[in-house]
């Protein structure tokens, strides 16, 4: 054992030692090249994130309507808020609307994608038209929506008088008008779901897939037992990032109720963004700047 020992402290004894100074020199280095990396960014997330959220929560502490000399009002906006009967109505839709839209949105968005997962002819074609609603804006869906669930000249309602069925209220019916917003949501961010879900599928390896055909499991057994444990990071990704758009959403009901919030039954599908939209309003005269600012993340 000395012996080995010895030997071994032979061999490693001529090594050269890292001078200390060197070996901080190029930790210090590393470190700076790496902020070097990561500055553009960081100054995009400061600008565009940190620092406006910072700002708004200044002046939610003030009393301006956007023209006039700001007054201090300390935490009485907030305390309006709680009290005000009109905003806890919009985080019940939202809520709803939550509840609703997050597992549809994922669960169409795996069914479309393992759809689109095969070799078949015009897949590329396929695969671009159900992406094409995720580009459009939500101001156009919500035209849209207003063209097609219109109580009076809407293609839908003229459906089902062409079926001798009777037309429905859709956006003036306070039952319907929270279902039509969710499925023109669905008809736009289904699309981004299938995508991301396209691409998790795409990257299972083979190897598994076939492994579980050889063991004499069928397509069924193959997607439970298989391809759906290797989607569970991409599952929870999509899951909390359609939730923060749900929690967001403002500018689709805008578009598709235009703004009109005294009539009882467009207020059904108030969400959360919409009251702040209101209190603008009703402060300046002038349309709220959320109904520009806000697009689809």
Known sequence: MTTVGNSVKGRTSGVPKRRPGRSLAATVRQTLEGWGFVA????I??????FPAGWAFVLSLQHWNGFSQPEFAGVSNYAGVITDSEFWDAVVHTAV???????????????????????????????TLIFVPFVVSAATTGVLTNYLFDTQFGIVNHVLNVLGLPAQGWLTDQKQAMVVIVIMSLWGSAAFTTVIYLAALQDIPAELVEAATIDGANRVQTFWLVVLPQLKSVSTFLVIWQLVQAIQLFDLVYTTTRGVRSMRPRRSSTTCGTPLSSSWTSATGRPSPTCCSASRS
């Open 97 to 127: 609307y939550v509840v609703l839209f997050v597992p549809l949105s994922v669960f169409a968005g795996m069914i479309l994608a393992v759809a689109l997962n095969r070799k078949i002819r015009f897949i590329g074609l396929y695969r």
């Open 40 to 43: 553009p960014a960081s100054v």
């Open 45 to 50: 997330v400061v600008g565009l994130s940190i």
